[in-house]
């Protein structure tokens, strides 16, 4: 077994350039208040604010957007907006909501994190250089990981300040996946990095054929990594060792999705698979007529993956992905369950859906045309959250 003491903290690099770097990187966090709809932001006099004449503001005043009615069908209320810093015709890049806030990364490397029980700003500030390319975020203990392609930045959920940074020693090209105390990326170059949060440096690579540009999948204390040209790999964290090499015939589109113990992946080589954490190939194959690209959702011990042309198929991964059932008057991803039926988002039409899990037929369905983002948390009767392309944040809560 790996033991690995934990530190306490950890000095920032300290040769002159790296220290010149971290000051300009670290910039200027701007602590901010909002209020909820209708209400204005306060910056403390920071020359970041929204001006009367910026997007933000204008979008402060466009509360009456919400199409109440459609949120109703799909089983909630509206709770807050909220309205994220974004930069001069900034656009959204990433959205998560996490037990701690709800994120939003603009393409010019604003972050900003809004109160979940209000909407308000509880701070908002530049992250490197507008022209840097980051890859996502995640959070653990208390802190905000923000990955940039060569950099993670360690920032404090309630202020934003950078705690720590740690180079990568790699070019990374995934978002990271915690499994304490490493965190884990795939490589443009192929390889699996696992960066040790202890000691900042590598603990251990493996490399693979192919680009990785889906996100790692953490199952147990495992993760599961696929490539671009079909290299699969499940590898124990705690001893370094792969338990699991093999193949499929093509990349990703989404990323794969994982139980207890075990693996699934739609790929653009038209199959849906199963893996088990151990052996040399997968444990079922389903095949499809069309490469699949909708991020695939394992909820309630069901697989559901939106199939081109057959409509949303819910399947029964311990059965050999037997389907239990095919709506094809739904499309998208399952984002979870509202009062027992499932919601499912389509990015492409901007339309969710309501759906009766059982049967899959759709209940209802609502076009929100000024929604790119939609998430639920938790998945099962937890509130919704969507993010407009240029930050706007709503939060509605099920309905009675």
């Not at 990326?185 to 603990?203: P, R, S």
């Not at 693979?208 to 993760?223: C, D, N, T």
């Not at 859906?353 to 983002?373: K, M, N, Q, Y």
């Amino acid at each position: 077994m790996l033991t690995i003491m934990r530190r306490s903290t950890r000095p920032l690099p300290s040769p002159p350039t790296r220290l010149l770097t971290a000051g300009l990187l670290t910039f200027v966090s701007i602590v901010l208040t909002g209020c909820q709809t209708g209400g204005t932001v306060s910056t403390s006099g920071s020359s970041n604010a929204p001006s009367p004449g910026s997007s933000a503001s204008t979008l402060q005043q466009a509360t009456d957007t919400v199409d109440h009615a459609a949120y109703a069908a799909l089983g909630y209320r509206l709770n807050w907006r909220g309205y994220a810093l974004m930069g001069k015709r900034g656009r959204v890049r990433f959205f998560n909501v996490f037990d701690d806030g709800v994120v939003v990364h603009s393409d010019s490397n604003i972050v900003t994190l809004l109160q979940p029980s209000t909407g308000a700003i509880r701070w908002s500030r530049q992250i490197g250089q507008s022209i840097d390319h980051f890859v996502g975020e995640t959070t653990h203990n208390g802190q905000l990981f923000v990955a940039s392609d060569n950099e993670l930045f360690m920032l404090d959920l309630n202020t934003g300040e950078t705690q720590d940074k740690d180079d990568l020693a790699l070019v990374v090209s995934t978002p990271p996946t915690v499994i304490d105390p490493l965190v884990i990326f795939g490589a443009g170059n192929g390889q699996t990095l696992a960066h040790n949060l202890e000691t900042g440096f590598k603990l251990w690579a493996y490399q693979l054929q192919g680009a990785i540009i889906a996100r790692p999948v953490r199952i147990g204390e495992s993760v599961g990594v696929v490539s671009q040209t079909g290299d699969v790999i499940i590898i124990d964290t705690v001893s370094g060792s792969a338990t699991l090499r093999a193949r499929i015939f093509g990349g990703l589109a989404s990323d794969p999705v994982a139980g207890d113990d075990a693996m699934y992946v739609a790929s653009l080589d038209q199959s849906i698979y199963g893996f088990a954490t151990q052996g040399d190939s997968w444990e079922w194959r389903v095949r499809t007529d069309h490469p699949l690209t909708e991020q695939p959702t394992l909820l309630n011990g069901v697989l559901y993956v939106g199939i081109p042309g057959e409509g949303l198929a819910a399947l029964d991964p311990s059965a050999s992905g037997d389907r239990i059932w095919t709506s094809p008057d739904a499309a998208g991803s399952v984002v979870g369950m509202q009062g027992g039926d499932l919601v499912v988002w389509s990015r492409k039409t901007t339309t969710a859906f309501r759906v009766d899990p059982d049967t899959g037929d759709v209940i209802s369905r609502a076009t929100l045309p000024d929604v790119e983002r939609m998430q639920i948390r938790p998945a099962v009767d937890g509130d919704l959250y969507t993010a407009s392309p240029t930050g706007v944040v709503s939060k509605f809560t099920p309905r009675s």
